[in-house]
């Protein structure tokens, strides 16, 4: 695994990328995504370049459809994922339109770092790779981001336990229900988030986010 040259620079590479990637090669199930995309969302942003923050937990665990992106799948999937479904659905809501299918590379073109907070999982396990390390690096990337004020979409209690490695002031950090099936009508539709970090963006005197058209 090559790290991301614009990341390289976290410790996380040098002290626990190591050990994962051992625990990867020992593990004899097909690991999702491919290992040219597990680093995908930290390779479409660099540092400087993040605007939005957006935490996952994993990627999907169908093969096929992780491609390095939270949130994220290859532009040929159909059925959504129910979660992104859920997203779309407020996408809809907040701005009469949403994404013609579930690859989000785009918005990580306008500065939203997608990041899993587990960047591996086994086909058909779920959660698998939870306790593998990966979060290490995601406290990382997060502590380094917060030099400059950003803003940070926390979904559901796994995403928001890693608030207390955001520092300095004057980010914007929104809390919700997370939008899968189980919990999106306990707070996240109707929540707006999309259309906040717009608001937060342009009252700072930046261009808003497209999130709906490629």
């Known amino acids: 695994m090559t790290p991301p040259p614009a990341w390289a620079h ?3 590479f040098t002290q626990d990328l190591p050990r994962i990637e051992a625990a990867l090669a020992e593990d004899g199930r097909q ?21 939005v923050v957006i935490l996952g937990q994993d990627p999907y665990p169908t093969p096929g459809h992780a491609h390095g992106l939270a949130f994220s799948v290859a532009p040929d999937v159909r059925p959504l994922p129910r979660s992104l479904s859920n997203i779309y659905k407020e996408l809809q ?12 590379r785009f918005w990580a073109a306008q500065g ?8 591996t999982v086994p086909a058909g396990s779920a959660g698998a790779h939870a306790r593998l ?3 290490k690096l995601t406290a990382q990337v997060i502590e380094s981001l917060s030099e400059h004020p950003r803003a940070f979409i926390l979904w559901g209690n796994h ?8 520092h300095g002031p ?13 919990s999106a009508r306990r707070g996240f539709f109707g929540s707006r988030p999309f259309s ?12 808003p986010i497209n999130w709906t058209t490629p």
């Open 10 to 12: 976290l410790p996380f």
């Open 31 to 51: 690991i999702l995504p491919p290992a040219p995309q597990i680093f995908a969302a930290l390779d479409a942003c660099a540092p400087e370049a993040v605007r």
């Open 93 to 104: 809501e907040e701005f009469g339109a949403c994404p013609p299918n579930g690859d989000l």
């Open 112 to 119: 939203v770092l997608l990041l899993n907070t587990a960047l």
């Open 133 to 135: 390390g990966w979060s």
């Open 159 to 166: 995403a928001q336990g890693f608030a207390k490695h955001i």
């Open 170 to 182: 004057d980010h914007l950090i929104l809390r919700s229900a997370h939008p899968s099936p189980l």
């Open 196 to 207: 906040r970090v717009n608001e937060w963006l342009i009252a700072r005197g930046d261009t």
